[in-house]
């Protein structure tokens, strides 16, 4: 079994409308989710409600909250942005079928690498680059985010104001 046949096998098709949450901070949910169709935010918010944007996801995506696969909360927000379709497939089935089958061992191995990879990515271009660094590799990365994702989000994305981002585009 790899996968694609646990997908398959017990993933459910789900839709979402814009504007819609498929889980919130402090949820529980114990699904890793596979991005079919539309656009979602991963976001934080702060004890006072400051929104913090973690990521943009697009088809093809994977996404879980790690901290509520291991039986805790969910540490972040995940909205969709547009009507959205996801398979949402049941960690504990991930697990189960990973502990008999080496070959989906290395592919969740691989698939929770690339998590890993993308949070230090993520880390390394806030803590090392500047907010006009950051926007140049966006849109090196994602031609055409503006056409998806509002300029107040883009903002709160790159950690700047909506008047920085709008100094930096006319630069």
Do not use: W
Not at 87 to 95: A, E, G, T
Not at 147 to 158: E, G, S
């Amino acid at each position: 079994m790899n996968l694609n046949d646990l997908i398959k096998e017990f993933g459910t098709n789900q839709h979402y409308e814009k504007k819609t949450h498929v889980f919130l901070q402090g949820d529980e949910d114990q699904f890793l989710y596979v991005i079919q169709e539309g656009v979602l935010k991963a976001y934080y918010n702060d004890v006072e409600g400051k929104e913090y944007i973690k990521s943009f996801l697009f088809s093809g995506d994977n996404i879980a909250s790690t901290q509520a696969l291991n039986q805790g909360k969910c540490s972040f927000s995940l909205l969709c942005l547009e009507d959205t379709r996801l398979i949402k497939l049941p960690y504990s089935k991930v697990r189960e079928a990973a502990s008999k089958n080496l070959e989906l061992a290395n592919a969740i191995i691989e698939l929770l690498m690339s998590f890993a990879m993308k949070k230090e990515q993520r880390e390394y271009e806030l803590l090392c680059l500047s907010a006009e660094q950051r926007y140049e590799k966006l849109l090196k990365n994602s031609p055409n985010i503006f056409q998806q994702i509002t300029q107040n989000n883009i903002a709160r994305y790159l950690g700047i104001t909506p008047v920085a981002l709008s100094r930096i585009k006319h630069k």
